[in-house]
Nanobody
Framework: QLQLVESGGGLVQPGGSLRLSCAAS????????IGWFRQAPGKEREGVSC????????SYVDSVKGRFTISRDIAKNTVYLQMNNLKPEDTAVYYC?????????????????WGEGTLVTVSS
């Protein structure tokens, strides 16, 4: 049973940066897609960015391209989301999620392991 624990959320001013971390444990298969998803108040959960834990292949939603970077440290079993030039519309609860497959679409319905989430607030 894969377990995911997020950290790194907080309050930041517009234009600022944050780095989210997702610590994973309990790997039971050889392949995982791990990603970051977010849900703003009154909105549906959306995929922000995903990474193939094995190959490093990445994907991003258009609204964060050029501002966010997903990466993984295999030695630390951790996936990161570096968020730069944050905007008020990035405010949301950010979740780390995974699926035990080499690669899949970065959408919530494809994931079957979820963390508890971490709140990111972008406000002046």
């Amino acid at each position: 049973q894969l377990q995911l624990v997020e950290s790194g959320g907080g309050l930041v001013q517009p234009g600022g940066s944050l780095r989210l971390s997702c610590a994973a444990s309990g790997f039971t298969s050889g392949y995982y897609t791990i990603g970051w998803f977010r849900q703003a108040p009154g909105k549906e959960r959306e995929g922000v960015s995903c990474i193939s834990y094995n190959s490093g292949t990445t994907s991003y939603v258009d609204s964060v391209k050029g501002r966010f970077t997903i990466s993984r440290d295999i030695a630390k079993n951790t996936v990161y989301l570096q968020m730069n030039n944050l905007k008020p519309e990035d405010t949301a609860v950010y979740y780390c999620a995974a699926r035990g497959t080499y690669w899949t679409d970065c959408v919530p319905e494809r994931m079957n392991y979820w963390g508890e989430g971490t709140l990111v607030t972008v406000s002046s």
